[in-house]
């Protein structure tokens, strides 16, 4: 009995010591929590006092961090409150974990966690100063590249050298200086985190990295000679596309082309800056089949080089082409005004006022002349007909049959499309003629039928005019011939009820009079 009280004395007692140590290390919980939260805000309040932190941050560099326009942020002071709280933390609970006692968990804080720590402690500060010295060595290089760049004015030039012509949208302005100074500082930081974590000896991350970087340093070369090969190649061809737009505007190239009548043609057209992108681009595609070579894109090389290959074989043809398209516009223009002009003469526009088509004929155009002039209208007609077949001929010289196929059907159409017109001027014309025709007929009696009559004339033969040239242009064709049968019965249906029905007292009282006419010749015989 003795030996249990005893041993539940001794349980009670431990148990009584555990509690206190248990409250005393909640108790250091708490105070440390609360201390760590003051001390953190205390160093934030410090770093934000008279914009420390934001001065801190431009001398490191992380200003760079914010894009332009944008307001500064406190991220330093955060960023160090947050870090100073949770070591603070971290030293709060090692501490209260001391208090308890426990065998167990002293032995882990010692063997696992302390020992580990201690024993880390130096790599972390090799790896700290070294990644701190990668930070100076990045500020100095990019203050050095900008102030390089400053002092040569090289981000003006190259603003110059990239801006938009006269008459484009302007781009948005950029900072190149600054631009080239973030980018050599984030250069430098890039291997100074190598280093950083190879001082660590964290192996798993640096072994992969370190063969990344071996490939892409054995790639720079090839990047750095495509960037030379480009930037080169981009200043001669807008050297030489200047150079030729010049030359082509002092030589009057515009000038000629506006005095060859093409105004509807080519009135938006500057034919000397489409020369001079001519130039850019004969020069700018060699270019990037050099760069796609230097860089050793095989595929891509490939694939260029058949589409080159291709385009080399195809610009004999194009050229032929586009010569023949500018003779058979240079042709047609002045074929159509040497028709036009002979149709004037003859006579061809007092057309329109006889086949009654005066309201077309009154009206005029900027210039005071006729805007349906038949002989303009016959003189575009056949500029039109001849620079078709010089543009099929071009197309075949490209070596498009399709298009050049098309082409020719429409060509073979056009007679159907001259008959058709003609078949129209013959319709209306026959259409005053029977009109008036038929008025001065009904005149002479004095009837007032004439006026009706004459216009069903006229009308009915426009009509039939309309479906003959319908069917000349095979426009439909048996949607065309049913409608003008289904019309023309029932016009004569319509006819033949309103001439029964009208003339039926007519017809009986003509009929009782052959009766009458039949007894009286049998009585004299």
Avoid at 341 to 356: A, E, H, K, T
Wanted: proline share 2%; hydrophobic share 55%.
């Amino acid at each position: 009995m003795e030996t249990v009280t005893q041993s539940m004395v001794g349980f009670l007692g431990a148990g009584a010591a555990w509690v206190v140590k248990f409250f005393l290390a909640i108790l250091i919980l708490i105070l440390g929590w609360f201390v760590s939260k003051i001390i953190a805000r205390i160093v934030r309040q410090i770093l934000i006092t008279e914009d420390f932190d934001q001065r801190l941050g431009r001398m490191l560099g992380l200003d760079a961090l914010t894009e332009a326009g944008e307001r500064p942020k406190r991220r330093l002071a955060s960023v160090v409150e947050t870090v100073v709280y949770y070591i603070l933390l971290l030293i709060v609970v090692i501490i209260a974990l001391e208090v308890l006692g426990d065998q167990a968990i002293r032995s882990v804080l010692q063997e696992n966690i302390l020992g580990k720590l201690t024993l880390a402690i130096p790599k972390i500060l090799k790896a700290t100063l070294v990644l701190v010295g990668g930070w100076i060595v990045a500020l100095v290089a990019k203050f050095l590249v900008m102030k390089g760049m400053r002092k040569l004015e090289l981000g003006e030039k190259l603003d110059k050298a990239f801006a938009a012509e006269e008459g484009a949208e302007k781009r948005e302005k950029r900072d190149v200086t600054e631009s080239f100074g973030n980018f050599v500082f984030y250069f430098i930081i890039m291997f100074s985190l190598l280093a950083f974590l190879e001082s660590l000896e964290l192996q798993a991350l640096v072994d992969p990295l370190k063969g990344m970087f071996t490939k892409v340093f054995a790639y720079v070369p090839n990047l750095i000679s495509a960037g030379v090969v480009l930037v080169l190649g981009y200043f001669l061809a807008r050297l030489a596309e200047r150079i030729t737009t010049n030359f082509a505007m002092a030589a009057g190239v515009n000038r000629f082309v506006e005095g060859m009548r093409f105004e509807t043609v080519l009135k938006s057209l500057n034919i000397a800056r489409i020369l001079g992108t001519m130039v850019f681009l004969v020069i700018m595609v060699p270019v990037l089949g050099v760069t796609f070579n230097i860089l050793d894109l095989p595929v891509i090389t490939g694939a260029f080089g058949t589409m080159m290959n291709g385009v080399a074989a195809s610009v004999p043809g194009i050229l032929a082409a586009f010569i023949l398209m500018i003779i058979g516009l240079i042709a047609g223009r002045y074929l159509g005004d040497f028709v036009a002009q002979i149709l004037q003469d003859v006579g061809f526009d007092v057309l329109l006022s006889r086949l009654g088509l005066e309201r077309l004929e009154g009206k005029a155009d900027d210039s005071g002349r006729s805007a349906y002039s038949l002989s303009r209208v016959g003189g575009n007609i056949v500029m039109a007909v001849v620079v078709l077949v010089f543009m099929m001929e071009g197309f075949r010289l490209m070596h498009l049959p399709l298009i050049a196929d098309a082409v020719d059907r429409l060509i073979l159409y056009l007679p159907n499309v001259l008959v058709a017109f003609v078949v129209l001027g013959l319709g209306f014309y026959l259409a005053r003629v029977a009109g008036e025709m038929a008025q001065r007929g009904f005149a002479s009696d004095g009837s007032f039928e004439g006026d009706i009559v004459g216009l069903v004339i006229r009308y009915a033969i426009i009509v039939f005019a309309f479906f003959m040239a319908f069917d000349q242009l095979k426009i439909a064709h048996s949607i065309v011939v049913n409608a003008f049968t289904i019309l023309l019965g029932t016009v004569g249906l319509g006819l033949a009820l309103a001439f029964g029905l009208g003339a039926k007292d007519h017809a009986g009282e003509y009929i009782e009079s052959l009766k009458k006419r039949k007894p009286s010749k049998r009585k004299e015989s």
